[in-house]
């Protein structure tokens, strides 16, 4: 709770003078698939990043040097995926994070020659990509699953008045209230005297 104490009392600085103030914050409406999706999200991000900024510490690591420019490539892919899965359309980012590990895999797949002295480290770099993969399909699926239920349709409500009890019912409803009100004995519902000169 002290947490979201305290994020309460930053987003309240930005907030201007006639802005409502943010008192304390309820139940969060994210589901398990959401955070998930959120936490991919950041991890293709920062992924990303170190595939931006470090490409030979990558290849030398898995003993793929001359690869650098694949790995910056998907890098920016990873960042573009990350963006996707953070935004209101998630679904796509998170789908197109499944079709990365699969580029993922391939290319490592060309690392996997007897050749390669860092051979288990690529191993390594496949199992991970294959847990990530699994990850990535698991709420991929449940976010599109989640939309698709939410999109079904508009709902139509022509054939609803509002009233709980019918129009008929309702129709002199606020005359009869008003008029019980002004013979009775709410002042606020009394005829005034005028006021003599």
């Not at 290319?107 to 860092?118: H, I, W």
């Not at 990850?135 to 939309?147: F, K």
Request: hydrophobic share 40%; charged share 25%.
């Amino acid at each position: 709770m002290n947490y979201v104490t305290n994020m309460s009392a930053i987003t309240n600085i930005a907030r201007s003078e006639g802005d409502p103030k943010i008192v304390r914050s309820g139940p969060s409406s994210l589901r398990a698939v959401d955070r998930l999706g959120k936490g991919l999200g950041w991890f293709s991000i920062a992924l990303g990043m170190a595939e931006l900024i470090a490409p030979q510490r990558i290849t030398r690591a898995l003993g793929m040097e001359g690869k650098e420019a694949i790995v910056r490539a998907y890098g920016a892919r990873e960042v573009a995926s990350g963006v996707l899965s953070l935004s209101p359309d998630k679904h796509i980012g998170l789908w197109s994070r499944v079709a990365g590990d699969g580029l993922d895999a391939a290319a490592l797949m060309t690392g996997l020659r007897d050749d390669n002295p860092k051979r288990h480290n690529v191993e390594t770099a496949m199992l991970m990509v294959a847990g990530i993969t699994l990850l990535d399909i698991v709420c991929a699926q449940g976010i599109t699953a989640r939309r698709s239920r939410n999109n079904r349709g508009r709902r139509m409500y022509r054939d609803r008045s509002g009233f709980p009890q019918g129009v008929q019912a309702a129709r002199g409803a606020a005359k009869d209230f008003l008029k019980s009100d002004h013979q009775g004995s709410r002042p606020e519902f009394r005829e005034r005297a005028p006021a003599s000169a």
